[in-house]
């Protein structure tokens, strides 16, 4: 909950939910958040303290604490979806102008205001700016020439920037993916992520990794122990693990990435997950895994070591130096099971150029010394982050924002780029981008921070961010979406069914691309996006945005257009080089008809993918394209 703004933490409040009696009152929060660990809970009313005395705090129907025993060794879970219920005896309710304070391991400090007689009867939100829209007389195309050329590469793609994660967090894993109970996939979403045709998928985790022993989760499930998730502060029962998503990886097609637990793990266990997976079976690990049903080892390739423990609400956070010296033993030990396994170190985001810079100098040290030991550094990033959330919005200047975040994050990639030279020179080392997401706040009706309704709009983010992978294509190793089912969803499910959010379909769009990133110049108008949270301003952003590949024998050519602005449409000329006798043979268009069309469970194909027809080439090398506002498209050339 790290960044959480004040507007966000009073929902919070339940409404309605005060109580006064002869003794004081009481009223209940609800924590659609992240679980956080509570060890000081301070209270003003009408801006005077109540003594931690006369405070108490129930989770449900749990034990009372009172708030006067509270301490670091002496915490209160502060669970998700769990009425919460404060008392407060002695005091009056009085103008009900609250002041709430709590000191968190993971967050810090989280303070928030109330008044609570005004919020039992009206809403304090603000309404939202109504979006300005431009006459029907300015809303003529605008004018825009790319020019595409096959003969200048500028590098191969790697198939693994088309990857996802989940992870046990809500519903992604039960009730997502597999059956609440984890004993079988769900065929709706399984039919969703085929679809996608995913390149790889980590797991199990994300903060959830740093208290996760794998060994808990294989053999035969009524005897796998059901443990405390302290990562999330909830019941794991372990139907699901790693047999189970190894088999989840083989029926999509996936490659799997497995993170291993270095928070509160060994290198010990990490190297009987790796030989479990690895060996044949005639060794020990080898032999328990045929004795679970699987004979023929896996092969697992990809391989995690810790999760951003960077930060203070990780299991086992530490320093870059201490995770460097903590990196060798996991990698030595690991290694020595199977030499060919590829290493992804915790690495962090640089988001400036500045020497201070807490990613930057986290990256240097990982980099010095323990540059020589893995084969890619990771960094993950969510746009705008908490710190950029707001009551509401300006959608003319958001969407500017939002659509030209990605050119933000190139920067970011160019930056550990040129850290990985500088700081482990000649060492091959790749960016992996293993987790990556928009989170702008969620609306009123969100079951969690993380239940987001993706719009037109977003997808057009998520396009640009593919868009620079492939400029990006000689430092990127992989990308991860997070997440994939009900977590910043690509595919969101219910009790009865599953559908696509708009996130899904530019995943789906590009898997159509093909190995060799190839040349392209755009000429046309740009414009200019705002700062908001963790996204820097853009200057001279492109409206018009294009990436090509082809494949190595240059029988196809596959390109991905943008078109950032919300209300004109693109008279886009193309002009080609080298692509010999190569025709447009087929589209596909993002579409839908309304700008803001956000798919739901009510309305699950507001937003699709439709195939449209081609222009045919009717002078040498050069059509035209008519694409509508807001869009994504992929033209096919064979």
């Given at each position: 909950?790290?960044?959480?703004?004040?507007?966000?933490?009073?929902?919070?409040?339940?409404?309605?939910?005060?109580?006064?009696?002869?003794?004081?009152?009481?009223?209940?929060?609800?924590?659609?958040?992240?679980?956080?660990?509570?060890?000081?809970?301070?209270l003003?009313?009408?801006?005077?303290?109540?003594?931690?005395?006369?405070?108490?705090?129930?989770?449900?129907?749990?034990?009372?604490?009172?708030?006067?025993?509270?301490?670091?060794?002496?915490?209160?879970?502060?669970?998700?979806?769990?009425?919460?219920?404060?008392?407060?005896?002695?005091?009056?309710?009085?103008?009900?102008?609250?002041?709430?304070?709590?000191?968190?391991?993971?967050?810090?400090?989280?303070?928030?205001?109330?008044?609570?007689?005004?919020?039992?009867?009206?809403?304090?939100?603000?309404?939202?700016?109504?979006?300005?829209?431009?006459?029907?007389?300015?809303?003529?195309?605008?004018?825009?020439?790319?020019?595409?050329?096959?003969?200048k590469?500028?590098?191969?793609?790697?198939?693994?920037?088309?990857?996802?994660?989940?992870?046990?967090?809500?519903?992604?894993?039960?009730?997502?993916?597999?059956?609440?109970?984890?004993s079988a996939?769900?065929?709706?979403?399984?039919?969703?992520?085929?679809?996608?045709?995913?390149t790889?998928?980590?797991?199990?985790?994300?903060?959830?990794?740093?208290?996760?022993?794998?060994?808990?989760?294989?053999?035969?499930?009524?005897?796998?122990p059901?443990?405390?998730?302290?990562?999330?502060?909830?019941?794991?029962?372990?139907?699901?693990?790693?047999?189970?998503?190894?088999?989840?990886?083989?029926?999509?097609?996936?490659?799997?990435?497995?993170?291993?637990?270095?928070?509160?793990?060994?290198?010990?266990?990490?190297?009987?997950?790796?030989?479990y997976?690895?060996?044949?079976?005639?060794?020990?690990?080898g032999?328990?895994?045929?004795?679970?049903?699987?004979?023929?080892?896996?092969?697992v390739?990809?391989?995690?070591?810790?999760?951003?423990?960077?930060?203070?609400?990780?299991?086992?956070?530490?320093?870059a130096?201490?995770?460097?010296?903590?990196?060798?033993?996991?990698?030595?030990?690991?290694?020595?099971?199977?030499?060919?396994?590829?290493i992804?170190?915790?690495?962090?985001?640089?988001?400036?150029?500045?020497?201070?810079?807490?990613?930057?100098?986290?990256?240097?040290?990982?980099?010095?010394?323990?540059?020589?030991?893995?084969?890619?550094?990771?960094?993950?990033?969510?746009?705008p982050?908490?710190?950029?959330?707001?009551?509401?919005?300006?959608?003319?200047?958001?969407?500017?924002?939002?659509?030209?975040?990605?050119?933000?994050?190139?920067?970011?990639?160019?930056?550990?780029?040129?850290?990985?030279?500088?700081?482990?020179?000649?060492?091959?080392?790749?960016?992996?981008?293993?987790?990556?997401?928009?989170?702008?706040?969620?609306?009123?009706?969100?079951?969690?921070?993380?239940?987001?309704?993706?719009?037109?709009?977003?997808?057009?983010?998520?396009a640009?961010?593919?868009?620079?992978?492939?400029?990006?294509?000689?430092?990127?190793?992989?990308?991860?979406?997070?997440?994939?089912?009900?977590?910043?969803?690509?595919?969101?499910?219910?009790?009865?069914?599953?559908?696509?959010?708009?996130?899904?379909?530019p995943?789906?769009?590009?898997?159509?691309?093909?190995?060799?990133?190839i040349?392209?110049k755009?000429?046309?108008?740009?414009?200019?996006?705002?700062?908001?949270?963790?996204?820097?301003?853009?200057?001279?952003?492109?409206?018009?945005?294009?990436?090509?590949?082809?494949?190595?024998?240059?029988?196809?050519?596959?390109?991905?257009?943008i078109?950032?602005?919300?209300?004109?449409r693109?008279?886009?000329?193309?002009?080609l080089?080298?692509?010999?006798?190569?025709?447009?043979?087929?589209?596909?268009?993002?579409?839908?008809?309304?700008?803001?069309?956000?798919?739901?469970?009510?309305?699950?194909?507001?937003?699709?993918?439709?195939?449209?027809?081609?222009?045919?080439?009717?002078?040498?090398?050069?059509?035209?394209?008519?694409?509508?506002?807001?869009?994504?498209?992929?033209?096919?050339?064979?």
């Amino acid at each position: 909950m790290a960044g959480v703004p004040e507007f966000m933490l009073r929902k919070l409040f339940v409404k309605d939910s005060v109580k006064t009696d002869e003794n004081g009152f009481s009223f209940a929060l609800n924590n659609t958040f992240a679980p956080a660990t509570v060890t000081r809970f301070a209270l003003t009313v009408d801006g005077e303290e109540v003594p931690q005395e006369d405070l108490s705090i129930q989770a449900g129907d749990g034990e009372v604490m009172r708030i006067a025993d509270l301490s670091e060794d002496k915490p209160f879970s502060l669970p998700v979806k769990v009425l919460i219920t404060l008392t407060v005896s002695g005091h009056a309710l009085g103008e009900g102008d609250l002041g709430i304070s709590l000191d968190t391991v993971e967050a810090g400090v989280l303070a928030f205001g109330l008044q609570v007689k005004e919020l039992k009867t009206a809403s304090t939100a603000a309404a939202a700016p109504r979006k300005w829209k431009l006459p029907k007389f300015l809303r003529r195309p605008f004018k825009a020439t790319v020019h595409v050329d096959a003969d200048k590469v500028i590098g191969q793609v790697q198939p693994e920037v088309y990857g996802h994660f989940i992870e046990h967090l809500e519903r992604c894993i039960y009730g997502g993916i597999w059956t609440e109970d984890g004993s079988a996939l769900r065929p709706d979403t399984l039919r969703l992520v085929q679809a996608l045709k995913p390149t790889v998928i980590r797991y199990p985790g994300g903060n959830f990794a740093s208290g996760y022993h794998w060994e808990d989760g294989i053999g035969p499930k009524d005897l796998r122990p059901v443990r405390m998730d302290k990562a999330w502060q909830s019941e794991e029962s372990n139907q699901v693990g790693t047999d189970e998503f190894l088999a989840y990886c083989k029926e999509v097609g996936a490659q799997p990435f497995l993170v291993v637990n270095d928070g509160s793990g060994t290198p010990e266990e990490a190297a009987r997950w790796v030989a479990y997976c690895n060996e044949d079976a005639s060794t020990e690990q080898g032999a328990r895994r045929a004795a679970n049903g699987h004979p023929e080892p896996y092969g697992v390739h990809w391989w995690g070591v810790g999760n951003e423990v960077w930060g203070q609400w990780q299991i086992g956070t530490t320093d870059a130096a201490s995770y460097a010296k903590r990196l060798r033993a996991f990698v030595e030990a690991m290694r020595a099971v199977d030499p060919s396994i590829r290493i992804v170190a915790v690495g962090d985001k640089v988001m400036s150029g500045a020497v201070a810079d807490p990613g930057a100098q986290w990256n240097e040290t990982v980099l010095r010394e323990a540059g020589d030991c893995f084969d890619d550094l990771s960094f993950h990033l969510y746009q705008p982050d908490r710190e950029g959330w707001q009551d509401t919005y300006d959608p003319d200047e958001l969407h500017k924002t939002v659509t030209a975040a990605p050119l933000d994050v190139e920067r970011i990639i160019q930056r550990i780029g040129r850290q990985i030279e500088t700081f482990a020179p000649g060492k091959e080392i790749g960016v992996a981008f293993d987790e990556w997401n928009l989170w702008l706040a969620p609306d009123e009706d969100a079951e969690s921070m993380h239940d987001i309704a993706y719009s037109r709009r977003d997808a057009l983010y998520a396009a640009g961010m593919l868009h620079v992978f492939h400029r990006q294509c000689k430092l990127v190793t992989m990308a991860n979406l997070a997440q994939m089912v009900n977590v910043l969803p690509l595919i969101k499910t219910n009790e009865k069914t599953a559908f696509a959010t708009a996130m899904y379909f530019p995943m789906q769009m590009y898997r159509q691309m093909e190995e060799m990133v190839i040349e392209t110049k755009v000429k046309g108008p740009v414009f200019t996006s705002q700062r908001l949270g963790n996204i820097d301003e853009v200057v001279d952003a492109p409206y018009v945005d294009v990436t090509a590949t082809r494949d190595t024998a240059r029988k196809r050519v596959v390109i991905g257009v943008i078109n950032r602005h919300p209300e004109k449409r693109v008279d886009l000329a193309v002009r080609l080089n080298g692509t010999g006798d190569l025709k447009p043979r087929r589209g596909w268009l993002l579409s839908s008809k309304e700008l803001d069309a956000v798919n739901s469970f009510a309305e699950p194909d507001m937003l699709k993918v439709k195939e449209v027809e081609l222009p045919k080439i009717r002078t040498k090398d050069h059509f035209r394209l008519d694409l509508p506002p807001c869009s994504v498209s992929i033209l096919e050339l064979k």
